[in-house]
C-alpha cells in the first residue's frame, strides 16, 4: 500500500496538469477543425482546458469549458465563399488590408459579447498558459495580458512572413511568398509586387497601431486594472508571444530559416488510427472499386451544387468518361449523374485518402487537404479559387505530386486530360508516397504540440527560444547607424582633403605687388 501510494504521488508530480485558455475564433469549419483538435490533444494529456469557439463541441470531454462565441458569427462578412463569384475571379477583390479591418472589428464586436465580457472581468480567472489562433489580426493576444501568463500563437497556415515577424523578424519577400499571393513564379516584376504588397501591409499596420490599442484598452483595460497590474502597450502584447505553433511542414511548405520558437505540428488534426467510416456503402464501394477511386471535394466552405449548370454538367460528363469510381462531395444528386460517380453530401476525407485503393484526390488545394494527402501519400489535382490555396497548390506541382488547372469553360476536358496523365503516369503517385515517408516521423505533431505547451507553463514562457531578433531596432538590423557613420567619415574625409588642398593651393601662390600710385 505504501509503495502505491508512493507511486501515486511520483505519477501526480510528474504529470502535473495546466490551465489552459485555448482561443479559435474564426468562424470556419477548418478552423473549427484545428480548435477541437488542439483542445483534444492538451484534455486528452491532462490539462484543464477553457476552449473560446464559435462551435462549441457536442459531447465535450471531462476537462473541457467551453466559451460559446457563436452569436458574433452574425458580424462575420457574409458571401466571401460564394464560388461563381471565385470562379469569375470577383473572390479576391477584398484586399490585405481589408482583410486585416475586417478580421479585427469582428473579433473586437466578438469581444464585447456578454459572457466574453463576464469572463473577463472575472477576477477568479487564472491560467498557466493561452493559445490564440492568428488570422490577419492580434486582437485576442491580449487575453494573454490579462492573466498576466505566456503566450502561444497557431498559425493556421504555412509560414509566413506576417506570422514570423510576431516571433522574430520579416522574411525576405525575394523569395518567400505571402500566403495570398497566386502566382508561384520569382520574375523581376513578382518580386518588386511582393515588395511592394509587404511594404503596403507593413505601412498598414503601422497606421493602425493606435487603434488597435484603443480597442485593447477598452477590451481588457479594466479588467487588468482592476487585477492590480498596470495596462501595457499593445504592441508589447502582440510582439511578446512564448512560441508560435504551425499548422505546417518543411515536407508540405518551403525550407525556409525559422526561429527556434516556430514549431511545425502540421497534421496535429489527423487521428490515428483513422476512424472506420460511418457508412457501411462507403466503405463497400470502396472495397470493391478494382480500378481505384478518385476523390473530388472542394473543401468545407465552397458549395459545388452553385457551380454554373452548363461546367457542372460538363465536368460530370468528364468524371463519367474515366475507368475509376469517383466520390464527389455535393449537397445534392444531379439527375444526369453518370453511374461511376457517386455523390455524398459530406464525406469522411481521412478515411477516403487512406484507403489503399484512393489514387487520386481533386481539391481546391486547403492546408488541411493538403497535410492530408500528403500524409496518406495520394497525389492531387488542384483547383484553387482564394487565399492560400494557390502556395498550396503551386508548392504541390513544384514538388511533383501535383498538377493546377483553373476554373472556366474549358474545366471539363483539361480536368479529363489532366485525370488521363495523372492516373498513367506513376511518378506522381511515387513522388506522393515519398513525401508522404518524411512526412510521418517521431514524435507525432500532437505529441509536439502538448510537450511545447508544457515546456512554456513549466519554465513560465519559454525565455530560452525565443527570438534576439524581436530586440533588434530596426535601424540597427538595416546597419543605418554604421552607414551614417560611415557617410559622415567619408564627407568628413572629403571636406579635410579639399580644405588641405586649397590651403595647400594658396601657400604655394606667388604673392601679387600692389602697384603705387
Excluded at 489552459?20 to 474564426?26: A, K
Excluded at 492580434?138 to 490579462?146: K, Q, R, V
Excluded at 493546377?404 to 511515387?430: C, G, H, W
Amino acid at each position: 500500500m505504501y509503495y502505491t501510494c508512493l507511486l501515486l504521488l511520483i505519477k501526480l508530480y510528474l504529470c502535473h496538469a495546466y490551465k489552459v485558455l485555448v482561443v479559435f475564433p474564426i468562424p470556419w469549419k477548418s478552423h473549427y477543425i484545428l480548435g477541437e483538435a488542439t483542445v483534444w490533444h492538451l484534455v486528452k494529456d491532462g490539462h484543464e482546458v477553457t476552449y473560446l469557439t464559435p462551435s462549441p463541441i457536442e459531447n465535450a470531454p471531462k476537462g473541457l469549458r467551453q466559451i460559446d462565441i457563436s452569436a458574433s458569427s452574425r458580424f462575420f462578412p457574409k458571401g466571401r465563399f460564394d464560388i461563381v463569384s471565385l470562379i469569375n475571379k470577383k473572390g479576391h477583390v477584398m484586399t490585405q488590408e481589408q482583410k486585416i479591418r475586417t478580421t479585427h472589428d469582428y473579433l473586437v464586436k466578438s469581444l464585447e459579447l456578454d459572457n466574453v465580457q463576464n469572463f473577463i472581468n472575472d477576477s477568479n480567472e487564472q491560467y498557466d498558459v493561452v493559445v490564440v489562433e492568428w488570422l490577419h489580426t492580434e486582437t485576442m493576444a491580449g487575453f494573454a495580458s490579462l492573466f498576466n501568463c505566456p503566450l502561444i500563437w497557431v498559425s493556421t497556415m504555412e509560414a509566413h512572413t506576417l506570422v514570423l515577424s510576431l516571433i522574430d523578424e520579416h522574411l525576405n519577400p525575394n523569395y518567400n511568398v505571402l500566403f495570398y499571393s497566386t502566382n508561384f513564379s520569382r520574375t523581376f516584376w513578382n518580386r518588386a509586387k511582393q515588395l511592394w504588397s509587404l511594404t503596403k501591409i507593413l505601412f498598414y499596420t503601422w497606421y493602425r497601431q493606435n487603434q488597435e490599442n484603443e480597442d485593447f484598452k477598452n477590451i481588457f483595460g479594466s479588467a487588468i486594472l482592476k487585477r492590480g497590474r498596470e495596462l501595457p502597450y499593445f504592441r508589447d502584447v502582440k510582439y511578446n508571444a512564448s512560441l508560435m505553433f504551425g499548422n505546417s511542414d518543411v515536407v508540405t511548405g518551403d525550407a525556409i530559416s525559422l526561429p527556434q520558437n516556430y514549431i511545425h505540428i502540421g497534421g496535429y488534426h489527423i487521428k490515428e488510427p483513422i476512424e472506420p467510416s460511418p457508412s457501411f456503402d462507403l466503405k463497400g464501394l470502396m472495397d470493391e472499386s478494382s480500378n481505384g477511386v478518385i476523390y473530388f471535394s472542394l473543401g468545407s466552405s465552397l458549395n459545388i451544387t452553385r457551380i454554373p449548370r452548363y461546367l457542372k454538367k460538363g465536368i460530370l460528363k468528364s468524371l463519367g468518361e474515366v475507368d475509376q469510381t469517383v466520390i464527389l462531395k455535393m449537397d445534392h444528386i444531379p439527375e444526369d449523374q453518370p453511374k461511376n460517380v457517386h455523390t455524398v453530401p459530406w464525406a469522411p476525407q481521412q478515411y477516403i485518402l487512406a484507403h489503399p485503393n484512393c489514387q487520386l484526390f481533386i481539391t481546391h488545394g486547403g492546408q488541411l487537404s493538403i497535410i492530408e494527402t500528403l500524409y496518406f501519400g495520394i497525389p492531387i489535382i488542384g483547383i484553387p479559387l482564394f487565399a492560400d490555396q494557390y502556395n498550396n497548390v503551386n508548392r504541390a506541382v513544384a514538388k511533383g505530386f501535383g498538377k493546377q488547372i483553373d476554373f472556366n469553360s474549358n474545366t471539363p476536358e483539361v480536368l479529363k486530360n489532366t485525370i488521363k496523365e495523372m492516373m498513367t503516369n506513376s511518378s506522381y503517385r511515387a513522388t506522393a508516397k515519398h513525401l508522404s515517408s518524411l512526412f510521418i516521423r517521431s514524435p507525432t505533431p500532437g505529441q509536439r504540440l502538448v510537450k511545447s505547451v508544457e515546456l512554456v507553463a513549466r519554465t513560465g514562457g519559454a525565455q530560452h527560444l525565443r527570438s534576439v531578433a524581436l530586440n533588434v531596432p530596426l535601424y540597427q538590423k538595416l546597419y543605418l547607424d554604421l552607414i551614417l557613420v560611415f557617410i559622415i567619415g567619408v564627407l568628413g574625409f572629403l571636406f579635410v582633403i579639399t580644405y588641405l588642398y586649397h590651403f595647400v593651393t594658396n601657400i604655394r601662390r606667388p604673392k601679387t605687388l600692389k602697384k603705387k600710385d
